[in-house]
Structures are given as structure tokens and as C-alpha cells.
């Protein structure tokens, strides 16, 4: 009795929707857990992307700044002071070659006067020498405020290259301008320091203050200076907006993980990037692994509970159509007890018995061993009981009645076997039917289940039911025929009794009378019978 509270709940829909709202949580939480996971692992990168975008940084203006300390000293030596001030080419190239030999990443080191016009250089350049470079980025920016200047990428007038000029403007002793050093860095010079920087599942670049690419490591050349320039990080960076973003870079169609530093001393942006694919990868494949692991355990859960579900259904419905089974076999057995007829039997059991079996149609037959036919006693269609003259037809149709004497069921298909000439066949037999065994008596009626189905199969389970009801309406049958026997006796043994009853009163009168006279004593006898 304990169980059924939860029997009834976990036949309610409810429970499983209970069921299902606690699987769609958990999923809910677990798809919640691996989004934050994945957030949490994109912050690391960038927090990761940001450190080595401030040391990349840092390294470049560390080396940019003692290039200029170089020059800064250089320009402070009294003789190349001097010379720049005769316009002493010969001196002031000792000086300069000196420089260049010292530090070759400078790839050239030329001198100019404030006006921008250069009058020497090493290597030595003659044609350039008189010529007004004042329309350059280099010149403009240092005599803006004649403060040391990074131009931005410029093509060189010798080499036709791609190069950076770092200009710082010469003084005198009293602070006035003398004139001009620069230094240039073609990008290929820079490019062979900046290469070996590796960035784990990632690459960086660096730009200059036009979005201008100065180090690149697969984009090299004038034709991908501008490759860059309007890409999301880029813009961000010359707006002044410096830090970490996940952002798409549609040059390369891909989605980064970006941390970008701007270098004021020098007017280049440094930017460290990584595939957000790249990055979460692993990541990614340990949730879809998981999530699988967790779909086929889902599913195998799923599947465990619907067949758990089926079965317990099944053993529902078995355990139903066994208490139907044994309460149909329990009524026929009160209708025994009572009195009642075959057929009223027959007809109080028939529609239990057809709903039970699933079945359209169900017939109890009797018979006729001496005449070889079958006589319906009691049938049921799918809606009403067969009401008319009895129908009989040739016991042949009933298949192999040694087989049914054994209590082996007989499948026929009736719609092929015709009937004998003169034996009317019943409606109901052009389908496969079901017979079940009769016993083996010496009587003239025997009986059986007849049941119909469209489709000729009959599952064992109906075979035993109906085997186990034409066992009960056979008992019925032998009980009502031991009832009509004795019924019968009674009947014959009463109308004995009568019959002698009435040819006894015939002939009572004369033996009364003379009962009832009898002879006068005589003697002393008589005398006293009289006192």
C-alpha cells in the first residue's frame, strides 16, 4: 500500500515533468558553468596578451631611446659641435662613420641644417647632398618643437625601402639650433630584431602613428603598409584607446584576443593578438567532449528510463489483464454457484472476454459429435450479441478436433474451407479464428472458445486466456448437463411416486371398509367389550 502513492506519482505527468525540469536545469547549469569557464579562460588570455604587449612595448622604446642617447652623445662632442658649425663635411664625417661603424643597425646617419637641407651622410650619398628634405615627416615633426622626433614609414630616396627616421635637432652652446642628425632604420633592420619574439598560439605587430605597418611577420613590403590601418584594434589604438578587447580583425577573417600599448616617445602602437579559435580550443574540445559524454549519458539515462517505463507499463498491463482474467474466471465461477444457464454464462462472460482480448468478434459453439456439426450457443459481434435461430455448420470447419481433444488451439481460415451442401456458414467466419480445446467426453455437446481476428495471429497470452475461460464454460456446460440429469431423475423418480400414489388410492376404499367392520365377538369377549 506504501507503494502505491508512488506508483500513482510516477504515472502522473507531473513526476515527469519534474523530471524533465530537473534535467533542463542541470544542463542549463552546466552550459552556464562551461560559458563562464570560457570567459574566464579569454580573461586570462588577454590579461596574458596585455603583459607581454607592455614588455614588447617596453623593449622597443628601451632600444629606440639608446639609439638617441647615442645620438644625444655624439652631438655633444665638441669637435663634431665644431665642425658642423664650419660646414666641415670631412670632420663631421670621421664622426658620422665612426657612429655608423659603432651601431650597423643604423642603416644610415646623415647630417642637415635647419632648414632641412642635407650636406652629409655615411654611406656617403653625393647626389643627395643640397637637396631640401623639409617636406619629409622627420623634418616637419623635429623642427615642430625641435625636440627629438620618430617619423612615421617613409620610402628612402637611395634605397627605395620602406624606413623610420629617428631626427634629433643639434644645439650649440648658447641652445641654439646648428642643425640636424638622423638616423634611419629601414624595416627590414628592425624586422630581424623584432622576428624572434614568439607569442605562444599568437603573433604581434606594431604600427606607427598613421595604422602603418613597422613590423609585421608575414605582411613585409610597401604593398602591406596600409593593410592594417582601418582594422578595429588599429583605429582603437590611434584614438588613444590602449588595452585589451576581443575584436575581429577582417583582414585576416578571424575573431582575436587583442592587447594593444602605445609608445608616446616614438608614436608606434604595439599589438598582441591571438586566434580566439586558436585560444579556446582546447577548451572548447574538453566542452564538447563533455558535452557529449554528457548527451550519451542523457540519452542512456533516457533510454534506461523509457524501458522502465515500457516495462513497468507492460507489467501494468499484464497484472491488469491478469486481475480481469481471474475476475472474469471468478464471475463465471459465481454464475456456477447460482445456478445460471450456458448461456446466460456464455453472454455474461463474451463481452469481458472479446475487450479483454482485444478481439472484434467471440463465439462459444457447441458440439454435435453424433451429427458432425457446430451449433453457436452464445455470440458477440463488436457492437451486440447475435440474436436469431441457432447457427450451425459442419464441425469440419472446426479443424482438427483430435488436436482440440488434446487441448491444442487451432488457427483456420474459414474463408477458404466451404461449407457441406445444405449446412448454412455464419456470417462471422470469413476470418481467421482461434479454437480452444475441447474435452475429451463421450457427450454429445462439447464446447470452445471461437475467437476472430483480421489479421490470423493470436498471441499466446490469448490463447491461454481463452483456453482458460472454455475451461470454465466447459465445467458450466458438465455441470449444467449433470444438473439437467439429475433434474430430469427428479422429475422421473416424482411422477413414479405420483403414479403409485394414485393406483394405491384406487384401490384403498374396499380395504378401508373392511377395516372399519369388523366381525361382532362373541362370547365372554363380547359381553365385555361392550361393558
Known amino acids: 500500500m506504501a507503494s502505491d502513492p508512488m506508483k500513482r506519482l510516477r504515472g502522473s505527468p507531473s513526476f515527469y515533468g519534474v523530471v ?35 614588455s614588447v612595448a617596453a623593449s622597443i622604446e628601451a632600444r629606440e631611446h639608446g639609439y638617441l642617447n647615442v645620438l644625444r652623445s655624439y652631438a655633444g662632442r665638441f669637435r663634431f659641435r665644431e ?10 664625417l670621421t664622426h658620422l662613420r665612426q657612429l655608423h661603424q659603432s651601431f650597423p643597425d643604423l642603416d644610415r646617419v646623415f647630417l642637415a641644417d635647419p632648414a632641412g637641407t642635407v650636406w652629409a651622410s655615411e654611406p656617403e650619398s653625393p647626389e643627395n647632398y643640397g637637396q631640401s628634405y623639409a617636406f619629409r615627416d622627420w623634418y616637419r615633426g623635429v623642427s615642430r618643437s625641435w625636440q627629438p622626433y620618430m617619423s612615421e614609414i617613409y620610402e628612402t630616396a637611395h634605397e627605395r625601402k ?50 602603418q605597418l613597422v613590423f609585421h611577420r608575414t605582411r613585409a613590403g610597401a604593398d602591406h603598409l596600409a593593410d592594417y590601418v582601418d582594422i578595429p584594434v588599429v583605429r582603437r589604438l590611434l584614438e588613444g584607446h590602449d588595452g585589451v578587447a576581443e575584436l575581429e580583425n577582417p583582414v585576416d577573417g578571424e575573431v582575436s584576443l587583442s592587447a594593444s600599448r602605445w609608445v608616446p616617445a616614438l608614436g608606434w602602437g604595439v599589438v598582441v593578438h591571438r586566434s580566439k579559435n586558436v585560444v579556446l580550443q582546447r577548451t572548447r574540445t574538453l566542452i564538447l567532449a563533455a558535452a557529449a559524454v554528457a548527451v550519451v549519458l542523457a540519452a542512456t539515462l533516457a533510454g534506461l528510463g523509457g524501458l522502465a517505463l515500457r516495462n513497468e507499463r507492460r507489467a501494468a498491463a499484464a497484472l491488469a489483464t491478469s486481475n480481469e482474467r481471474l475476475n472474469l474466471l471468478h464471475e463465471i465461477d459465481l454464475a456456477l454457484i447460482a445456478g445460471e444457464t450456458p448461456v446466460t454464462i456464455a453472454e ?77 456458414r455464419p456470417a462471422g467466419l470469413g476470418r481467421p479464428r482461434v479454437h480452444g480445446g475441447a474435452h475429451d467426453r463421450p457427450w454429445r455437446a462439447h464446447r470452445l472458445d471461437q475467437l476472430r481476428r483480421p489479421t490470423g495471429v493470436f498471441p499466446p497470452e490469448q490463447i491461454s486466456i481463452a483456453k482458460d475461460v472454455a475451461a470454465q464454460l466447459a465445467i458450466a456446460l458438465e455441470q449444467a448437463r449433470l ?45 365385555s367389550s361392550r361393558v
Open 348 to 424: 455474461a462472460a463474451l463481452p469481458r472476454l472479446r475487450d479483454l482480448l482485444g478481439v472484434p468478434r467471440a463465439t462459444v459453439n457447441l458440439f454435435d459429435l453424433k451429427a458432425g456439426a457446430v451449433e453457436w450457443l452464445a455470440a458477440i459481434g463488436r457492437r451486440r450479441f447475435y440474436q436469431g435461430p441457432r447457427v450451425r455448420y459442419s464441425l469440419e470447419l472446426a479443424g482438427d478436433l483430435a488436436a482440440l481433444r488434446r487441448g491444442e488451439p487451432q488457427v483456420i481460415d474459414v474463408q477458404v474451407a466451404a461449407p457441406e451442401p445444405g449446412i448454412r
Open 83 to 92: 665642425s658642423i658649425k664650419r660646414r666641415d663635411r670631412t670632420e663631421a
Open 162 to 211: 620602406p624606413a623610420v627616421a629617428l631626427a634629433m635637432p643639434i644645439r650649440d652652446v648658447d641652445g641654439q639650433v646648428i642643425g640636424i642628425i638622423t638616423s634611419v632604420q629601414n624595416l627590414d633592420t628592425l624586422r630581424t630584431w623584432l622576428a624572434p619574439i614568439q607569442i605562444p598560439g599568437g603573433d604581434l605587430f606594431v604600427v606607427d602613428r598613421k595604422g
Open 483 to 527: 444438473l439437467e440429469r439429475v433434474t430430469r431423475q427428479a422429475e422421473e423418480l416424482e411422477q413414479r411416486v405420483e403414479q403409485r400414489t394414485t393406483s394405491s388410492s384406487k384401490r384403498s376404499p374396499s380395504v378401508a371398509g373392511r377395516k372399519r367392520t369388523p366381525t361382532a365377538p362373541t362370547g365372554p369377549r363380547a359381553s
Open 20 to 54: 524533465a525540469t530537473l534535467l533542463l536545469v542541470v544542463f542549463v547549469a552546466a552550459a552556464l558553468f562551461f560559458a563562464r569557464a570560457i570567459r574566464v579562460e579569454e580573461q586570462e588570455h588577454l590579461a596574458q596578451n596585455d603583459a607581454i604587449a607592455r
